[in-house]
């Protein structure tokens, strides 16, 4: 069952709609009542799909053709790409088409120049990078509203961070953030043609006041839970996690100009985290050859040949989550800790995307730039749409 959000005022498009998480985000729209417009680059696909729902409207686009070698995009490829999404201001464009760093550029600068809002479910740190330094500039003059990583990566941690720090009070400097996915869920293709792509880049974590760029999975810090994970192996005790470049650092010293150190980490498995956190000394080093990282690239492309395929429902439905967020003060004493549980990432993303959307569409969203979900939505609005999507505050 999709999640209300009111009438819609204004179109939504699906950029990426028959791709896996396209195709769950278009489920959930429907579900709550709207009627999206389908964009994709391959029209019989899209016109399949479309057909599916009654037979929703319908646009072919491709990313890739405003795209040049240099990955450099202008105001005029957002403009062009624009035209071809039937895109207008008010409307609320939702992409889901990645590897973000080369093919989410101008999708988002094609919402940008007309002033429509944009969603995406982005896990890359260099595309949240350019969003919040480049674009929202950009889209706060157009009156446009960004939310790059809008799906379980990185909505949980913007909210759990902003309940630890309230919690917390003005004595917070530090927050951790911790995702801990447990079960065998296994990846979608476009995730997993992002993670190929990403392995040699490096994590952005504010330190000191400043982002900064650390290597991927260098550091690792655990996480306590306080009973059984779902679909992990319970009890309590520390789950390891590795550095992963999040949302948060960019969202979370919106909330609190006072915080000094925000990162992100990721963990489950925890023999896994400990090869991660071991690869993460060579595959620093590769991003210094071309040659490496021209056949990281190929590999890339290669599972991008691959798409709509993903773990089935029963799987999903297996998988269980935690989100961590801790608060501590200036010489590293604990303020605060708050935990969201939930099973299954990939509906969250779906459920949890269609419901900012509907708002997006009917208005409810005043302010324009590029945001956090709590600066968009606000940290009690949000945490009941995250528990209707499937991530629960406990303990």
């Known amino acids: 069952m999709g999640i209300t959000s009111g009438p819609m005022t204004a179109r939504i498009v699906v950029f990426g709609a028959t791709g896996y998480t396209g195709r769950l985000v278009t489920a959930e729209l429907v579900a709550a009542g709207h009627r999206p417009v389908l964009a994709g680059r391959t ?3 899209v016109r399949a799909l479309a057909a599916a729902y009654d037979g929703l409207e319908t646009t072919v686009a491709d990313a890739a ?7 450099v995009v202008d105001a005029a490829d957002g403009a062009s790409l624009a035209r071809l999404l039937g895109l207008g201001t008010g409307d609320v464009l939702v992409s889901t088409v990645g590897p973000f760093r080369r093919f989410g550029r ?3 600068a ?3 120049a007309v002033g429509a809002h ?3 479910c982005s896990g890359e740190g260099a595309f949240l990078r350019h969003v919040f330094t480049e674009v929202g500039p950009r889209a ?3 009156g446009a509203a960004l939310i790059p990583g809008a799906g379980f990566d990185f909505v949980p941690g913007n909210l759990a961070g902003a309940l630890a720090l309230q919690a917390a009070g003005g004595e917070a400097r530090r927050l951790d953030v911790g995702y801990l996915v447990m079960g065998a869920l296994g990846m979608s293709s476009g995730t997993r043609a992002t993670l190929l792509a990403a392995l040699t880049e490096p994590v952005i974590v ?3 006041g400043v982002l900064v760029e650390r290597p991927l999975a260098r550091e690792v810090r655990s996480f306590r839970s306080s009973g059984k994970v779902t679909g992990g192996s319970g009890g309590r005790r520390g789950h390891p996690a590795v550095l992963w470049s999040g949302g948060e650092p960019f969202t979370l010293p919106r909330l609190a100009p006072a915080l000094t150190d925000v990162a992100t980490y990721i963990g489950g498995v925890d023999r896994g985290i400990r090869v991660g956190q071991a690869l993460s000394f060579p595959l620093s080093g590769l991003r210094r050859f071309p040659p490496s990282r021209a056949l990281l690239a190929a590999a890339a492309r290669s599972a991008l040949r691959t798409t709509g395929r993903g773990p089935d429902r029963a799987a999903r439905a297996r998988a269980g989550a935690q989100v961590f967020a801790l608060a501590r003060d200036a010489a590293g004493r604990e303020l605060a800790t708050v935990r969201l549980e939930g099973r299954d990432p990939y509906a969250f993303t779906a459920r949890i995307m269609a419901w900012m959307a509907g708002h997006l569409a009917a208005g409810t969203v005043a302010r324009a730039g590029a945001l956090g ?4 939505f606000g940290v009690e609005d949000l945490e009941r749409a995250a528990a209707a999507a499937g991530l629960r505050r406990v303990g």
């Open 110 to 112: 094609a919402a940008a």
């Open 206 to 208: 504010l330190r000191g």
């Open 373 to 376: 979900p709590v600066d968009a």
């Open 106 to 108: 101008p999708v988002v």
């Open 43 to 45: 029209e019989t696909r």
């Open 118 to 120: 944009y969603l995406d």
């Open 65 to 71: 053709d405003v795209v040049d070698a240099a990955d």
């Open 140 to 142: 706060a003059a157009s």
